[in-house]
């Protein structure tokens, strides 16, 4: 299983489903990571944490933990 967190720079990935529960979950889907959604990876940072994408045509930088809720086709 691919997650977004797992997704290379300049890579351009599909979301396939997402884990988690509750309002974890919840807050994914609002930043616009839904299943379907194409997510470009910008920038990652040295540490790994956050990851910065482009998605639905805006940036959004996202935490490892939840990146690692998202999985990839």
Same mark, same amino acid.
């Given at each position: =299983?691919?997650? @977004?967190?797992?997704? &290379?720079?300049?890579?351009? *990935?599909? *979301?396939? &489903? /997402?884990?988690?529960?509750?309002?974890v979950?919840?807050?994914? =889907?609002?930043?616009? @990571? #839904?299943?379907?959604?194409?997510?470009?990876? &910008?920038?990652?940072?040295? @540490?790994?944490?956050?990851?910065? *994408?482009?998605v639905?045509?805006?940036? /959004? #930088?996202?935490?490892? #933990?939840?990146?690692?809720m998202?999985? @990839?086709?």
């Open positions: =299983m691919k997650t @977004l967190r797992d997704a &290379r720079i300049g890579e351009t *990935v599909t *979301v396939a &489903r /997402l884990h988690g529960e509750g309002a979950k919840r807050r994914i =889907m609002d930043m616009g @990571l #839904s299943k379907g959604a194409e997510v470009y990876i &910008r920038k990652v940072a040295p @540490l790994g944490d956050p990851v910065e *994408v482009t639905r045509g805006y940036e /959004l #930088s996202v935490r490892k #933990s939840d990146a690692e998202v999985e @990839l086709i």
